[in-house]
């Protein structure tokens, strides 16, 4: 069955850098976009992009252009997603989730960005 | 962006009767390609969503067929025909017709 296992949580000052990654199974890797949303605490969904893994072309939302940088490698069929120069309104659960449909989604990965 | 404002915030329920939630999006969120991308995903405490409905009115695999999605124009309605205590959490538009995709605020089912 197809599954996304996403990266551990991870605690960051602002300033810094993370890295999540996703590692999708149970379908071929480069049959579907990997797209990213993100859910602040106690709010909705917010999405930040996509990635075709056969072209590695992306499509990032306005606003995180410039901040954000989403990857795959197709050797070891995972995903990345780069968010630098955090701010503490950048802590929220981090998803990665199958195509534009969104019909599989990561566990979530907890970014907090705290002094 | 297109804005999704879904009504209305919470909603009780007795188990049993029906429940039904909207979503409205700010502009027509018919593609080029003649399908419209509405899709409904309900996130329970401490999970990730998971998907319910997709194009309006698509129930996606294992979903129960108590839940069905309608349009009229700009404005999308998920009906629980009879809602069960497994039903209970937030329920999300999205739009993913136009880039950015953007999701409505939630509408949140509980149990009387």
């Known amino acids: 069955q197809v599954q996304l296992v996403q990266s551990g949580a991870e605690l960051k000052k602002p300033g810094a850098s993370v890295r999540v990654s996703c590692m999708p199974s149970?379908?071929?890797?480069?049959?579907?976009?990997m797209h990213w949303v993100r859910q602040a605490p106690g709010q909705g969904f917010e999405w930040m992009g996509f990635i075709d893994p056969s072209s590695g072309t992306t499509d990032y939302a306005r606003k995180f252009q410039g901040r954000v940088t989403m990857t795959r490698d197709t050797y070891t069929t995972t995903f990345y997603m780069d968010l630098v120069s955090l701010r503490s309104d950048d802590t929220a659960v981090y998803y990665c989730?199958?195509?534009?449909?969104?019909?599989?989604w990561g566990q979530g990965t907890t970014v907090t960005v705290s002094s | 962006d297109v804005v999704m404002t879904q009504t209305p915030l919470s909603l009780s329920v007795t188990p049993g009767q029906p429940a039904s939630m909207s979503c409205k999006s700010s502009q027509s969120l018919l593609h080029g390609d003649g399908k419209t991308y509405l899709s409904w995903f309900l996130q329970k405490p401490g999970q990730p969503p998971h998907l319910l409905v997709y194009?309006?009115?698509t129930r996606f695999s294992g979903v129960p067929d108590r839940f069905s999605g309608s349009t009229s124009g700009t404005d999308f309605t998920l009906t629980i025909s009879r809602v069960e205590a497994a039903d209970v959490g937030i329920y999300y538009c999205m739009q993913g017709t136009h880039l950015p995709k953007t999701f409505g605020q939630g509408t949140k089912l509980e149990i009387k």
């Open positions: 194009e309006v009115s």
């Open positions: 989730t199958r195509s534009g449909g969104m019909d599989f």
């Open positions: 149970g379908y071929m890797f480069t049959t579907y976009h």
